[in-house]
């Protein structure tokens, strides 16, 4: 049953959000391909439903609360089924389809597929999945309501991806969250092949622009293991892909819409949601002149309903956490007051945020040598490793001579552009990039088309060994990543050496969780993977410099009054700095367990044993 439980807890969620996306299909234009359609409608079910949970789960946050959310909306995707089934001989003539592509993107499917059946691992250092991505839902799960996690600031983050993991760890396991990657997978197809069809791209162009995505490992080390990065750009490339038509006020209450669930889902969509607006002023549909009232109305009426449904995120931080934008940056760290973060903390987020964005530079020569230094020194960018290939390098200039592009083509392209800039200027995080990367994989087929029209055959021969390059470099990085998540699967030996190996302290969290005399853990290092408890904990700071019992500075400090706290038991470790932080045989704690740099404490009465 632990195989069939994640997928199936995906298959509701899934469900359920076709039933909820399935209520969009009124407001859409007639205009949108079938493939669009089916996007859209799937992509506004999770951002519909990852909303909702959060509205209900402020007020109670269990296995009721997810039923009363999912099950309406799974009733409704039953009836959204039938179309489900019906989309690939709508759209593609299955007779046709290119075997090369269909093979590469089956074999990073089923990867995918084996590698979400492997449960998390990791620690603070290397899996943000770990720090924050599971453990803000894991926290809620447990203690049945959506509140502050004190001691880790980003599960503050705006989270309508992250939300929905806590009904899969409830009904999937562990697993469910990993397999929520399979999802994602294929609703990037399904985005990418839609705004492939509008640009004009013959139906093998499309299968290849699959292909190249599915194997660029930039793109898919942001679609698994709990990252949220391939999600939140299918929700601005849906924005994109309806704005560039629009003609109507529910088509920008569309667009509205998904900018709207891009800012619940990553802040940065508050520079990437303007930017969008700006370039439908430029490249609108026909229907509007260049910058009419009429257009600037409707453009008003997205930014409003963007607002709204980006608002409970921003309102609970700043209602609850002191700031709508939590944590905060320095500037408004002096404006608002934010509560668990003291000065230093804010500083020390700051101080992260620089070096993990830094990138290559920020000055006009490596802005002029990013295509180069994407291409062939992506490591040196943060989640860079693997990179995009050679296509987007080698064809894009070609793409200016794909004598299709239209108004919409040329909107996306500078919407790209766009982009690139404003990532380029603030925090050079490869993952940030994605959306940018998928647009420029369409952009890149489409000079790599042209290329084949216009060479000779040994321009043909040589562009041929460019694309088996990027496929062939990039599935044996992709390979390589999820390599052990796929032998932990098939080998139960192997996924016990490795929780041994990547988890820390995991003797202590075994005991912990199995011994029913715990209550409450007090945590006295901010580097323990707290996620990995499956009890109630007090960690007193957080890895960032947070502290969730503002005023403390030592433990001595709160070792005083454990049981007003309701403490059971204290967890001390040897880590960072090698030394334990409670002395030897100390007063009204009894020492229950001691491994390798661990011990756990039993909180004892005041003269007792």
């Known amino acids: 049953m632990s195989v069939f439980a994640p997928v199936l807890a995906n298959l509701l969620l899934l469900m359920s959000a076709c039933g909820f996306g399935s209520l969009l299909r009124g407001l859409l234009s007639p205009r949108l391909s079938e493939i669009d359609r089916l996007a859209i409608c799937i992509v506004a079910g999770f951002g519909m439903q990852g909303t909702l949970l959060f509205l209900v789960g402020l007020f109670k946050f269990n296995l009721i609360s997810f039923l009363f959310v999912l099950c309406p909306g799974a009733l409704l995707g039953l009836s959204f089924l039938r179309k489900l089934l019906l989309v690939r001989r709508k759209t593609i003539d299955t007779r046709r389809i290119p075997l090369l592509p269909a093979v590469i993107i089956g074999f990073v499917l089923v990867i995918t597929i084996l590698g979400g059946l492997s449960e998390p691992y990791g620690n603070l250092r290397t899996n943000d999945s770990i720090a924050y991505h599971y453990l803000g839902p894991k926290v809620w799960l447990r203690e049945g309501v959506i509140r502050p996690v004190a001691e880790e600031s980003l599960t503050s983050f705006p989270a309508v991806i992250d939300i929905q993991y806590a009904p899969l760890m409830a009904f999937g396991g562990p697993s469910g969250p990993a397999f929520f990657s399979v999802s994602v997978f294929v609703l990037m197809l399904l985005v990418v092949a839609g705004i492939s069809v509008r640009c004009k791209l013959d139906s093998a162009s499309v299968w290849w622009v699959l292909a190249l995505i599915s194997a660029m490992p930039a ?9 949220i990065d391939v999600v939140y750009s299918c929700f ?3 924005a994109a892909r309806i704005a560039f038509d629009a003609d109507s006020w529910s088509d920008f209450a569309l667009v509205g819409m998904f900018c709207g669930f891009a800012m619940g889902s990553k802040y940065t969509a508050l520079v990437m949601a303007p930017l969008l607006c700006i370039c439908v002023l430029f490249y609108p549909s026909d229907t509007f002149q260049r910058c009419s009232g009429n257009l600037l109305k409707r453009l008003s009426l997205a930014a409003f309903v963007a607002c709204c449904i980006a608002s409970p ?9 002191g700031c709508p934008i939590y944590p905060p940056p320095p500037l408004l760290a002096r ?13 020390n987020l700051k101080r992260l945020m620089m070096q993990i964005g830094r990138g290559m530079g920020h000055d006009p020569y490596h802005l002029l040598t990013l295509p180069l230094n994407l291409t062939f020194h992506p490591a040196n960018f943060e989640s860079g490793a693997g990179g995009i290939g050679l296509v987007p390098l080698a064809f894009l200039p070609f793409s200016f001579r794909f004598r299709r592009w239209d108004a919409f083509g040329k909107g996306l392209a500078l919407f790209a552009f766009l982009m690139t800039l404003a990532w380029f200027y603030t925090a050079q995080e490869s993952r940030f990039l994605i959306q940018v990367y998928l647009i420029v994989a369409i952009f890149g087929v489409a000079g790599w088309m042209v290329v084949l029209r216009n060479s000779r055959r040994f321009t043909r021969i040589v562009s041929t060994l460019i694309i088996a390059v990027s496929v062939l470099y990039g599935l044996f990085m992709i390979v390589a990543a999820r390599m052990d998540d796929m032998h932990s699967v098939i080998s139960p030996s192997f996924a016990e050496s490795r929780r041994h190996a990547e988890i820390p302290f995991l003797e202590s969290f075994r005991y912990l969780n199995g011994n029913s005399a715990v209550g409450k853990v007090l945590i006295l290092d901010p580097f323990v993977p707290s996620y990995y408890l499956d009890k109630e904990y ?11 019992v503002p005023g403390v500075h030592t433990p001595q400090e709160v070792l005083s009054d454990l049981q007003e706290r309701k403490v059971t038991h204290v967890l001390d470790v040897q880590w960072m700095d090698g030394n334990f932080k409670i002395p030897e ?3 009204n704690l009894v020492l229950v367990f001691e491994a390798d740099g661990q011990r756990i404490y039993r909180v004892s009465p005041p003269g007792g044993h």
Do not use: T
């Open 236 to 238: 601005l490339l849906l």
């Open 313 to 321: 995120w921003y309102l609970r931080n700043a209602f609850v956490l």
């Open 585 to 587: 045989n100390p007063k």
């Open 335 to 347: 404006i608002f007051s934010p509560l668990y973060l003291p000065p230093e903390a804010v500083q």
């Open 219 to 227: 793109v898919y080390f942001g679609l698994y293991d709990g990252m």
């Open 538 to 548: 007090l960690k007193l700071w957080g890895r960032h410099g947070e502290e969730s």
